[in-house]
């Protein structure tokens, strides 16, 4: 080839000379097109030959010669020149292969053919279309390598590959591209470590949970300053995070690095300045040290998933400055000292965690006073007593897990108006007094534990009310009340407790039943 340039000259010649009588001659844009959605026509119909299931038929009765392909089902085509511009067959169930003939729809800027079954390898003809902008393949079962041609598609803005089978690393080109702006390669079999990038475009969100990349994330994510959304959860990344995480990424919404080997300190620095960021996951890892008292100035932190961790120290006042706080997460860490009180100013607060740490102290009153709480978690060591109105404002509660505490007192026989409570478990501390029979109000509860407590009833010779009112729940699956004091008598009523019951302990209770009980009659 090398040997014979004249050739290629004059070969450009002609075809610019082709080019230029095609102009002159005033060809109408008609003509055009008719050629070319004939191109269309053929590359679409090599792909509906290579779809193997077509469960609804879509494509086997609406891609027929009788219409022009921009009028076919998924197919939009640009306004101007009556081409192929966009695909989509999402969500059709369709099987099959895609066909390197895709490369031949040259102005194909949209393919989106996510929740279907298509499978095979993704064909490096894509590469062949430089108007593409967007790829979305999410939850099909493609597999083999992430093609390395894609590295040509430079208007490439968003790459879904979510939900496939694959395999081998992240391309190290693919942070290269400087117009890419969304990539997801969540949910696939990926390994090895996160390339470094050599310089970063415009990129907004990087997802590449659930695989199982591992090494340490380069330090020039760091400095991406356009990112918002950064998803590495799930993998087997190990190394630590840098103190001044935020001061570059201050777009920065979601940062989720949640069950990985992460270590060191929760950064600490300059939180002021990740102002965007709402939600913060580094469940599941090993992060130590102490919870930064900075975390306060996170003001638009809707979620901060801290569990699971080796954090130690106090829970720092300031978290109640992130005002917006919708979950607060902190179970599984060796967190000490009291509860402060100013958690309950978190009007927003649906989800607490705070269980399995070593806190001490009484529960602060103003949780109880939180209108929208969903869930309330403090297997601790907390005492003290349940305040008299502890169900009174808790109209959403629906799980309240209290147990492995020392509480002491009464249960109060307010917990009843916590009308949409579906889970107590107050097990292992030292509640004492007569089982309120008010526990029957609660009409959504499935599950029931006050097991190893002091708890006991009216009288030993009379039935035992709160079983009788227990009745009255439909949903009920399990009832723990073991290892109490209850000394009573069971009620004849037992019979018509909910046909979902499960499970049942009441041992070493010292019940009495005054007639014979068979469970299932
Ligand atoms: C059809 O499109 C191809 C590339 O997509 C182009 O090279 C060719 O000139 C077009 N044909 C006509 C007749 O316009
Ligand atoms: C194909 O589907 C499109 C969009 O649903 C519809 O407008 C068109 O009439 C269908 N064509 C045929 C031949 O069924
Ligand atoms: C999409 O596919 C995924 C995985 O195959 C599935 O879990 C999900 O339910 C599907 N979504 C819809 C809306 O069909
Ligand atoms: C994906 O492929 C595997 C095996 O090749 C198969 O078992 C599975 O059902 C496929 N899933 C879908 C959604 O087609
Ligand atoms: C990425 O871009 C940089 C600079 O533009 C270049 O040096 C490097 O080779 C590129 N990497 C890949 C894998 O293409
Ligand atoms: C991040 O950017 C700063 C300032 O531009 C530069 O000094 C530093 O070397 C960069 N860090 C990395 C890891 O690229
Ligand atoms: C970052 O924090 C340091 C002190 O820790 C402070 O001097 C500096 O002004 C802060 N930078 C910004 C941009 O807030
Ligand atoms: C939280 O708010 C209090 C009272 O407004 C303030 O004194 C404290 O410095 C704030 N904490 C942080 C970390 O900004
Ligand atoms: C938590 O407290 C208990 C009892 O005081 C103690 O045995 C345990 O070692 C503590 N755990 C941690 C992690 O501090
Ligand atoms: C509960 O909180 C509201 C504000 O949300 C407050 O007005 C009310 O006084 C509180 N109730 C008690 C008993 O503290
Ligand atoms: C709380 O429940 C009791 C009975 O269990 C009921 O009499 C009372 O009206 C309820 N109070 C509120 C505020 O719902
Ligand atoms: C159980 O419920 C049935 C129907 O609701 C009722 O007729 C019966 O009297 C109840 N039995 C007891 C022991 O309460």
């Given at each position: 080839m090398g040997g014979r340039p004249g050739l290629s000259i004059s070969?450009?010649?002609?075809?610019?000379?082709?080019?230029?009588t095609v102009t002159r001659t005033n060809i109408t844009p008609d003509f055009h097109s008719r050629t070319n959605t004939t191109t269309d026509q053929y590359a679409l119909l090599a792909l509906k030959a290579h779809i193997a299931r077509d469960p609804r038929n879509l494509l086997a009765e609406n891609w027929t010669a009788k219409a022009s392909v921009c009028y076919w089902v998924g197919v939009t085509c640009g306004a101007r020149k009556q081409r192929v511009s966009a695909l989509d067959l999402s969500f059709m169930g369709l099987r099959g292969t895609i066909p390197p003939e895709i490369g031949k729809l040259s102005f194909l800027s949209s393919f989106t053919i996510t929740n279907n079954s298509f499978h095979?390898?993704?064909?490096?003809?894509?590469?062949?279309l430089p108007r593409l902008k967007i790829v979305d393949i999410a939850n099909n079962n493609f597999s083999g390598e992430i093609p390395s041609l894609l590295n040509f598609l430079q208007k490439?803005?968003?790459?879904?590959?979510?939900?496939n089978n694959f395999m081998g690393t992240i391309p190290p080109w693919l942070f290269n591209i400087s117009t890419l702006k969304h990539v997801d390669l969540s949910h696939n079999l990926l390994h090895g470590n996160i390339p470094a990038p050599a310089e970063f475009g415009n990129i907004e969100e990087i997802d590449v949970s659930w695989n199982q990349i591992s090494g340490s994330i380069p330090s020039t994510f760091w400095n991406m300053s356009t990112l918002q959304?950064?998803?590495?959860?799930?993998?087997?990344?190990?190394?630590?995070?840098?103190?001044?995480?935020?001061?570059?990424?201050?777009?920065?919404q979601v940062l989720a690095v949640d069950d990985n080997g992460l270590f060191g300190p929760i950064p600490s620095h300059n939180l002021s300045r990740c102002r965007e960021l709402n939600a913060l996951y580094l469940w599941g890892n090993k992060f130590d040290g102490r919870i930064p008292k900075d975390i306060g100035k996170?003001?638009?932190?809707?979620?901060?998933?801290?569990?699971?961790?080796?954090?130690?120290?106090?829970?720092?006042?300031d978290i109640a400055n992130c005002t917006l706080l919708e979950v607060l997460w902190l179970p599984q860490n060796y967190l000490t000292g009291e509860i402060p009180d100013e958690i309950g100013q978190l009007r927003y607060l649906r989800?607490?965690?705070?269980g399995a740490n070593n806190l001490t102290g009484t529960i602060p009153f103003s949780i109880f006073n939180n209108s929208v709480l969903q869930a309330l978690d403090c297997k601790n060591s907390l005492s003290g007593r349940l305040p008299p109105t502890v169900g009174r404002w808790l109209p959403n509660l629906e799980v309240l897990l209290l147990w492995e505490n020392k509480l002491d007192g009464p249960?109060?026989?307010?917990?009843?108006?916590?009308?949409?409570?579906?889970?107590?478990?107050?097990?292992?501390?030292?509640?004492s007094g007569v089982v309120p029979a008010a526990l029957g109000n609660l009409r959504l509860l499935q599950s029931l534990a006050f097991k190893a407590n002091f708890l006991t009833t009216e009288s030993s010779t009379s039935e035992i009310n709160f079983l009788a009112s227990l009745t009255n729940c439909k949903y009920l699956k399990n009832l723990w009340i073991s290892e109490n004091p209850i000394n009573g008598l069971l009620p004849t009523q037992i019979g018509n407790l909910s046909s979902s019951l499960e499970i049942i302990y009441a041992d070493f209770c010292n019940i009495k039943a005054a007639f014979q009980w068979?469970?299932?009659i």
């Amino acid at each position: 080839m090398g040997g014979r340039p004249g050739l290629s000259i004059s070969f450009t010649v002609l075809h610019i000379l082709a080019c230029l009588t095609v102009t002159r001659t005033n060809i109408t844009p008609d003509f055009h097109s008719r050629t070319n959605t004939t191109t269309d026509q053929y590359a679409l119909l090599a792909l509906k030959a290579h779809i193997a299931r077509d469960p609804r038929n879509l494509l086997a009765e609406n891609w027929t010669a009788k219409a022009s392909v921009c009028y076919w089902v998924g197919v939009t085509c640009g306004a101007r020149k009556q081409r192929v511009s966009a695909l989509d067959l999402s969500f059709m169930g369709l099987r099959g292969t895609i066909p390197p003939e895709i490369g031949k729809l040259s102005f194909l800027s949209s393919f989106t053919i996510t929740n279907n079954s298509f499978h095979g390898s993704l064909p490096s003809e894509l590469a062949h279309l430089p108007r593409l902008k967007i790829v979305d393949i999410a939850n099909n079962n493609f597999s083999g390598e992430i093609p390395s041609l894609l590295n040509f598609l430079q208007k490439l803005e968003r790459l879904v590959l979510h939900g496939n089978n694959f395999m081998g690393t992240i391309p190290p080109w693919l942070f290269n591209i400087s117009t890419l702006k969304h990539v997801d390669l969540s949910h696939n079999l990926l390994h090895g470590n996160i390339p470094a990038p050599a310089e970063f475009g415009n990129i907004e969100e990087i997802d590449v949970s659930w695989n199982q990349i591992s090494g340490s994330i380069p330090s020039t994510f760091w400095n991406m300053s356009t990112l918002q959304l950064l998803y590495l959860g799930y993998n087997r990344l190990s190394g630590s995070l840098p103190d001044d995480l935020c001061q570059r990424l201050t777009f920065l919404q979601v940062l989720a690095v949640d069950d990985n080997g992460l270590f060191g300190p929760i950064p600490s620095h300059n939180l002021s300045r990740c102002r965007e960021l709402n939600a913060l996951y580094l469940w599941g890892n090993k992060f130590d040290g102490r919870i930064p008292k900075d975390i306060g100035k996170l003001t638009n932190l809707n979620w901060l998933d801290l569990g699971f961790n080796n954090l130690i120290g106090r829970i720092p006042t300031d978290i109640a400055n992130c005002t917006l706080l919708e979950v607060l997460w902190l179970p599984q860490n060796y967190l000490t000292g009291e509860i402060p009180d100013e958690i309950g100013q978190l009007r927003y607060l649906r989800f607490l965690s705070l269980g399995a740490n070593n806190l001490t102290g009484t529960i602060p009153f103003s949780i109880f006073n939180n209108s929208v709480l969903q869930a309330l978690d403090c297997k601790n060591s907390l005492s003290g007593r349940l305040p008299p109105t502890v169900g009174r404002w808790l109209p959403n509660l629906e799980v309240l897990l209290l147990w492995e505490n020392k509480l002491d007192g009464p249960i109060p026989s307010s917990i009843s108006n916590a009308s949409g409570l579906t889970t107590l478990h107050l097990s292992w501390n030292s509640f004492s007094g007569v089982v309120p029979a008010a526990l029957g109000n609660l009409r959504l509860l499935q599950s029931l534990a006050f097991k190893a407590n002091f708890l006991t009833t009216e009288s030993s010779t009379s039935e035992i009310n709160f079983l009788a009112s227990l009745t009255n729940c439909k949903y009920l699956k399990n009832l723990w009340i073991s290892e109490n004091p209850i000394n009573g008598l069971l009620p004849t009523q037992i019979g018509n407790l909910s046909s979902s019951l499960e499970i049942i302990y009441a041992d070493f209770c010292n019940i009495k039943a005054a007639f014979q009980w068979k469970l299932g009659i």
